[in-house]
């Protein structure tokens, strides 16, 4: 099988020759992944205080963490056919456009004290990051399947600093 490279001279990464372009694309990817982590972080971490400020009780703290993560589960199939269908581009635009509009509306929903535009605010967000989350193997799709597993790691290491 031959195998397309886009500069024949590139340097060796451990052995094998990646392009320019896959070096870059793969270093762009491992920083956008730290802020998709940052999305996935912030719920756990505030969804409890801002449930607390909304409803005066403490006994539906976990409910950010639990819708952030369901809707994550809801869009995991649909954001993959988007993504095969119409390129990864338009599905990662997609989840963008969805984090965008439920973070604006998590803010809107403190200014307003409305525990409902926060649920449903919390349910956008959380389809927008598990649809960024499929950033996850993009950098594997650059690589021949013998390679796969060590540019996923490259890629996937700075989501543990976001």
Known sequence: MARLTLAPDAPAEDGISVPPLIRRNTLLLAITQAFV?????????LGGIMIERLLGSLALAG?????????????????????????RKV????????????????GAAMLWGLFTVFVAAILLF?????????????????????????????????????
């Open 37 to 45: 982590g940052t999305g996935t972080q912030l719920v756990p971490t």
């Open 126 to 162: 959380g389809l927008g990051v598990g649809a960024g989350q499929q950033l996850r193997t993009a950098a594997a799709d650059m690589y021949l399947p013998e390679h796969a597993p060590r540019a996923w790691a490259k890629q996937r290491a700075p989501s543990r600093v976001g």
């Open 63 to 87: 409910l950010g963490t639990s819708l952030l993560y369901f809707a994550r589960l809801l869009i995991a199939y649909p954001i993959g056919w988007v993504m095969d269908t119409d390129g």
């Open 91 to 106: 599905g990662l635009m997609m989840g963008l456009v969805l984090s965008l509009i439920g973070a604006i509306g998590v």
